[in-house]
T-cell receptor
Framework: EDQVTQSPEALRLQEGESSSLNCSYT??????LFWYRQDPGKGPEFLFT???AGEEKEKERLKATLTKKESFLHITAPKPEDSATYLC???????????FGPGTSLSVIP | EAGVAQSPRYKIIEKRQSVAFWCNPI?????LYWYQQILGQGPKLLIQ????????DSQLPKDRFSAERLKGVDSTLKIQPAKLEDSAVYLC???????????FGEGSWLTVV
């Protein structure tokens, strides 16, 4: 069965302190890996889609990378407004459904 | 472009009562999803429609939950009777087709007391 885990569960950073969030997955044939940002009281907001190992995508202070077993979301020089929960999700070859991980709660302290 | 619309945003009901949530997906999106998100967890897929046909409902508690998608556009998710453990956010989402990016609505917050 397809599975997604994320680490750490929660992360506190000082403003400007770069770090990475991890998403590990087990799927039979990855068709796509998705990163979302979720603010309190809101629905998830799409960030990136990655399709194959070695692929990278960037948006402002965020960069997502993909290997055959995991994905990283790198946050460079974060600001307080980057505080949110970051969700990873995968679409495998076996089932036509997207499975979400539990998320990483990021807090950026001024 | 208008996003995914959901209503109501908030609902408080007593256990054993019923509740219904409505969703209007992004125009032209064939695939519609209902996810359940319990506080502190990631979204869990309840049911997935392709046009007005069900693609997956393996995690839908069918003894109390039902969903329909009329004419392949709007959808309604119903819970009857509600249990305390149904307290969660119910997220509706849509995508052009399966495998495309999924776009979420703001969610409907349910509290069962």
């Amino acid at each position: 069965e397809d599975q997604v885990t994320q680490s750490p569960e929660a992360l506190r950073l000082q403003e400007g302190e770069s770090s990475s969030l991890n998403c590990s997955y087990t799927v039979s044939g990855l068709r796509g890996l998705f990163w979302y940002r979720q603010d309190p009281g809101k629905g998830p907001e799409f960030l990136f889609t990655l399709y194959s190992a070695g692929e990278e995508k960037e948006k402002e202070r965020l960069k997502a990378t993909l290997t055959k077993k995991e994905s990283f979301l790198h946050i460079t020089a974060p600001k307080p407004e980057d505080s949110a929960t970051y969700l990873c999700a995968v679409l495998g070859a076996s089932y036509d459904k997207v499975i979400f991980g539990p998320g990483t709660s990021l807090s950026v302290i001024p | 472009e208008a996003g995914v619309a959901q209503s109501p945003r908030y609902k408080i009901i007593e256990k054993r009562q019923s509740v219904a949530f409505w969703c209007n997906p992004i125009s032209g999106h064939a695939t519609l999803y209902w996810y359940q998100q319990i506080l502190g967890q990631g979204p869990k897929l309840l049911i997935q429609f392709q046009n007005n046909g069900v693609v997956d409902d393996s995690q839908l508690p069918k003894d109390r939950f039902s969903a329909e998608r009329l004419k392949g556009v709007d959808s309604t998710l119903k819970i009857q009777p509600a249990k305390l453990e149904d307290s969660a956010v119910y997220l509706c989402a849509s995508s052009p087709l399966v495998g495309n990016t999924i776009y979420f609505g703001e969610g409907s917050w349910l509290t069962v007391v």
